[in-house]
């Protein structure tokens, strides 16, 4: 049996390096590690808007009043819709169950913060958006909730 990893005599170490980089181990450990990487950004910055486990906190309402000012949305509406997701999306997305819902939501929040609280950050919100992009596309791979479903979907049914 010939793996990505046996020195068979007829593959070059290029061809090796290539079969290594389909297999689907490194995508599910680059799904989990930006599933990670992204909840952990927009879960300490939810943490800073509330008090406790779930009480938003004057600061959080007061930033949205004056330094925020999203079009269309009351502060305080922004402010608990935004604590909201900043505490639910990461969790989802941690667990990898329904990825790309989550991965969506923080992408729209992404853009919001782009376009209207910090455009010179671009950097940042590209990169985040990099992140979020892999997994709206790819899903969370197996090491996730998602993948779990997917392999027992999909698991012959027992013979009689």
Do not use: C
């Not at 952990?40 to 309402?61: C, E, L, M």
């Amino acid at each position: 049996m010939t793996t990505p990893f046996s020195a068979a005599s007829s593959t070059t170490p290029g061809e090796r390096l290539a079969a290594v980089g389909r297999r689907a181990a490194w995508h599910d450990a680059l799904a989990l590690i930006d599933r990670v990487a992204i909840a952990a950004i927009f879960w300490q910055s939810g943490r800073t808007k509330v008090d406790g486990w779930f009480h938003i906190n004057d600061s959080a309402y007061e930033l949205f009043r004056t330094d925020y000012r999203l079009p269309l949305i009351p502060p305080e509406l922004a402010a608990q819709m935004a604590a909201a997701a900043e505490h639910v999306l990461p969790v989802l997305l941690v667990l990898g169950l329904f990825t790309r819902l989550p991965a969506l939501g923080l992408l729209g929040m992404t853009l919001v913060i782009q376009l209207f609280v910090y455009p010179s950050a671009w950097p940042t919100h590209l990169s985040w958006a990099g992140l979020l992009l892999y997994l709206l596309v790819h899903g969370g791979g197996r090491w996730s909730i998602d993948g779990w479903l997917q392999r027992r979907r999909t698991r012959p049914a027992p013979k009689a």
